[in-house]
């Protein structure tokens, strides 16, 4: 059983940074790839960055690739978002996931735990 805690959204404006944390509980932390999905009103949820569970591969939405950075720390059970040159329309609830999605990284039905979702909001 993983349990995650998202933190670090809030109201920024377009071209600020934000950094997103995800802390998880359990032991087997490090054998979960972790995943960061957005969910805005009215839209489906959708892949926004991916790492394994080493934190070696990295995988993003192209829409987000050259402004985000996902990164973990094993030892600290964290997985952490760094948003840059954000834009409107990264609007959205950010969620933290962990699973076993193989190659589908971007597929939110591989992944077994879920947080709450932290609010980003980036006002143009």
């Known amino acids: 059983q993983v349990q995650l805690v998202e933190s670090g959204g809030g109201l920024v404006q377009a071209g600020d940074s934000l950094r997103l944390s995800c802390a998880a509980s359990?032991?087997?932390?490090?054998?979960?790839?972790m995943g960061w999905f957005r969910q805005a009103p009215g839209k489906e949820r959708e892949f926004v960055a991916a790492?394994?569970?080493?934190?070696?591969?990295?995988y993003y939405a192209d829409s987000v690739k050259g402004r985000f950075t996902i990164s973990r720390d094993n030892a600290k059970n964290t997985v952490l978002l760094q948003m840059n040159s954000l834009k409107p329309e990264d609007t959205g609830v950010y969620y933290c996931?962990?699973?076993?999605?193989?190659?589908?990284?971007?597929?939110?039905?591989?992944?077994?735990?879920w947080g709450q979702g932290t609010q980003v909001t980036v006002s143009s």
């Open positions: 996931a962990a699973g076993n999605p193989s190659a589908r990284y971007y597929s939110p039905g591989m992944y077994f735990y």
């Open positions: 359990g032991r087997t932390f490090s054998s979960y790839a």
């Open positions: 790492c394994s569970g080493s934190g070696a591969y990295t």
